[in-house]
């Protein structure tokens, strides 16, 4: 007996054409979106990381040139600094001869100081007495004593753009350690303590993307004071 061909078999097919085309035009649409995704994720990525290392650069450079600064005027002999009260036998207190410190904006931004380094105190400012920081062509360089200048950023992982140092100066009136009032005609007296802090600024841009541009700013407080003026004898 011959079997009964299944009618339904000559109407089963595979995809057509245009259907194959139409699914493989979501596919590609979907890895392309995937792929778009990803490499924006990628992008954010890097650009994170790249903030943050320059932020870390940025944050051990100023905290380094903070450490420095604090030690301007450090005097080992500063006993002999401190105001004594006038009299026939006692003379003036001594001049520190490190308390120089001059920033300069023109033709690059500039700061110089000076401390003492000597084991016993000659209280003369030497070579390796004087120290600075300058911008230069977008990198930061630092100079001991009279050697020449020398780079303390890598311009190969960032540019440094600003580089502000903006001291200030607080006078405090050391009256009330006077035994008698001052003179109106004396305008050395009181004695005065000289507070001086610098606000440090630094701006620099991560190499090959200008966009990424971070700042870090820290106050520096010069620890060593000093005393000017007199009391009335």
Same mark, same amino acid.
């Given at each position: 007996m011959k079997?009964?061909?299944n009618s339904r078999a000559g109407q089963q097919a595979?995809?057509?054409?245009?259907?194959? !085309?139409?699914?493989?035009?979501?596919? !590609?649409f979907i890895v392309g979106a995937s792929l778009t995704a990803l490499l924006l994720h990628s992008r954010e990525s890097h650009s994170l990381l790249a903030q943050g290392r320059l932020m870390q650069d940025l944050r051990a450079t100023t905290d380094l040139m903070a450490r420095d600064l604090r030690r301007v005027g450090y005097w080992s002999a500063a006993d002999r600094g401190v105001w004594q009260q006038e009299s026939t036998s006692a003379p003036g @207190?001594?001049?520190?001869?490190?308390?120089?410190l001059a920033t300069s904006a023109s033709p690059v931004s500039t700061v110089t100081f000076r401390y003492s380094r000597d084991t016993v105190e000659n209280? !003369?400012?030497?070579?390796?007495?004087?120290?600075?920081y300058r911008l230069r062509n977008g990198v930061l360089e630092l100079q001991l004593g009279n050697s020449p200048w020398q780079a303390m950023t890598d311009i190969t992982s960032m540019k440094v753009t600003r580089?502000?140092?903006t001291p200030t100066?607080? !006078?405090?009136?050391?009256?009330?350690?006077?035994t008698? @009032?001052? @003179?109106?005609?004396?305008?050395?007296? @009181?004695p005065q303590l000289r507070v001086r802090s610098l606000m440090l600024t630094l701006t620099a841009q991560g190499v090959g993307n200008s966009l990424v541009e971070r700042s870090a700013r820290t106050s520096v407080r010069l620890r060593n004071d000093s005393i000017t003026g007199r009391c009335p004898a």
């Open positions: 079997p009964v061909a595979g995809v057509s054409l245009v259907e194959l !085309l139409i699914g493989i035009t979501i596919g !590609l @207190p001594a001049v520190n001869p490190y308390t120089t209280d !003369l400012v030497d070579d390796n007495e004087q120290f600075g580089f502000d140092i100066e607080e !006078l405090r009136s050391l009256a009330g350690s006077c008698a @009032p001052c @003179p109106i005609s004396d305008a050395n007296c @009181p």
